[in-house]
């Protein structure tokens, strides 16, 4: 009965807007099977986490009122008052944490299996762009409950875009809404994270997955050079869609634990008048960042040591995007190939000065 | 040469179009830059009573804006000094076992005088000057 409904309403859309190239892609669309296939799945939890950010974000904004008065005290509301805000709000922000850490290993997944090469040039940089829209995101949000570490992180990281010659200043001040962190910058953020990004993001994302359906999966050197009859495949549609629903499963059963088990503190309420608390500390993502820069000297040469970390990190995150247009000789007697090599470096440096910062 | 028609009009359409986008654009930009809204003028404050302030310790003051820690020292000499770390802007805090002023958010350590002396701070604390007249204590601008 229910597919009979279901066949006519497809014949139905069918006649008139004719689904083949849909259909297509169901049916023809497949994915290289090989040892490194669980690099895969990476995006597709990202883009889950992602979903579960819309959802419950639009559920927390019924709720929230940006403003210095009001802004902590709605939040408070939502997870001792509203019911189940506690939940939706503790989830909210477990998924936006392992939505970076996912987008993260993507990224580096695809650099070491070499998926962004041509053609896949411009997924990679979209890619790029919606981590940096996706960290924006992280950077606006945490402002929004108004509590003393989001007070401080905020001061810190809008200082930090103030070092940058020339621009930095009057980016500062359009970011702050003023020269310092007041309700205005709240109200800005809240602007920020609720309906500039989401807008830009969405674009990029659309464009992302566009062009990852027009180009199919990528696959590795070692895979391509094997003989046709040696190269196993799994249809996208059912196989590959079911195994990807299995671990959005399994990540959103994680994602309850972690929202359940470790809920989100909401901490003491801003206050522009009080030392900036012991032990405060950013963002894991934004650790590594925040230990090199608390690790410069005051002045290296004749320039202040912030401005210099700042313009490194400004600096390798550009050469970062553009990593597809990088022609780095293969070595054919090296085990290892130079780039890969980097690649590890970098991951070497985030891991070492994210563990450093929260050990020392 | 003959200016045409089609060119004269294109060339018409095309300044117009440009002026277009920048009546468009020039409003949201501008929009977009925070008015600068007036400061009052601050140039002194008054931080309580002198005898209620215990030595070794400290507290951080309202100048218009501006947060500023005033300090007792042990001896019961009074400090004032910005309480904006020169390095990124966190509000510092003073620490009365090491006597010392901490920044917590790149542990940036400042003496008594304000002078940066370890960490990543780049310049000193600005001073103020500190006055008790009748017991009430009065911070002021220096200079």
């Known amino acids: ?108 997944s695809v650099f070491f299996t070499k998926a962004y090469e041509k053609p896949r040039e ?88 566009l062009f990852i359906q027009r180009q199919g999966m990528h696959e590795p050197a070692h895979f391509k050079n094997l003989p046709e009859e040696k190269k196993k495949y799994i249809s996208f549609f059912p196989d590959f869609a079911l195994k990807d629903l299995l671990l959005w499963v399994v990540v959103f059963n994680i994602l309850i634990f972690l929202a359940l088990y470790f809920p989100w503190e909401l901490g003491n309420k801003a206050d522009a008048f009080a030392s900036a608390p012991e032990g405060i500390k950013p963002e894991w993502y934004f650790m590594f960042m925040f230990q090199s820069l608390k690790l410069l000297p005051a002045h290296i040469l ?58 020392l | 040469m003959p200016l045409d028609r089609r060119k004269f009009l294109n060339l018409l359409l095309g300044f117009g179009g440009i002026g277009g986008i920048l009546a468009v654009f020039y409003p949201i ?31 951080i003051i309202k100048f218009g804006r501006q947060p500023v820690i005033l300090i007792k020292t042990e001896d019961n000499q009074l400090k004032a000094l910005s309480a904006s770390c020169t390095h990124l802007d966190c509000i510092v805090q003073y620490r009365n076992d090491t006597k010392q002023i901490l920044c917590a958010c790149h542990n940036g350590i400042y003496d008594l005088s304000g002078r940066n002396i370890s960490g990543p701070p780049p310049r000193p604390l600005e001073e103020y000057q500190v006055k008790v007249i009748k017991d009430e204590i009065v911070i002021t601008k220096a200079g």
């Open chain 1, 1 to 108: 009965m229910i597919k009979n409904i279901g066949s006519k309403l497809i014949y139905w859309i069918d006649e008139r807007y004719d689904l083949t190239p849909v259909r297509n892609l169901l049916e023809h669309k497949k994915v290289p099977a090989h040892r490194h296939s669980v690099w895969y799945y990476m995006g597709g939890v990202t883009l889950f986490l992602f979903l579960v950010q819309l959802l419950t974000g639009i559920l927390l904004l019924l709720y929230y009122r940006p403003g210095e008065e009001s802004a902590y005290e709605s939040v408070r509301f939502i997870v001792t008052e509203v019911k189940f805000g506690w939940l939706i709000r503790n989830v909210h922000s477990w998924s936006a944490n392992l939505l970076v850490l996912f987008a993260f290993i993507h990224m580096f």
């Open chain 1, 122 to 209: 411009l997924t990679w940089i979209t890619g790029f762009i919606i981590l940096i829209l996706t960290l924006a995101f992280g950077f606006s949000g945490y402002l929004l409950p108004w509590n003393e570490l989001a007070y401080f992180a905020t001061k810190v990281g809008t200082d930090i875009v103030g070092v940058v010659p020339i621009i930095g200043e009057p980016l500062k001040i359009f970011l702050r809404g003023g020269d310092e962190v007041t309700g205005a910058t709240l109200s800005r953020f809240f602007g920020i994270h609720v309906a500039i990004l989401p807008a830009i993001f969405s674009v990029l994302l659309g464009l992302h997955l």
């Open chain 2, 29 to 59: 930009i501008s929009f977009l830059i925070p008015p600068r809204s007036a400061e009052p003028v601050v140039n002194s404050v008054k931080a309580g009573l002198n005898a209620e302030f215990p030595a070794n310790s400290s507290k």
């Open chain 1, 302 to 359: 004749f320039f202040e040591g912030e401005l210099l970390g700042v313009l490194f990190f400004g600096i390798a995150g550009f050469v970062w995007m553009l990593v597809p247009y990088m022609k780095v000789k293969h070595r054919t007697n090296w085990k290892i190939q130079p780039l890969t090599i980097i690649g590890i470096l970098i991951a070497a440096f985030i891991v070492i000065m994210t563990a450093i910062g929260y050990l």
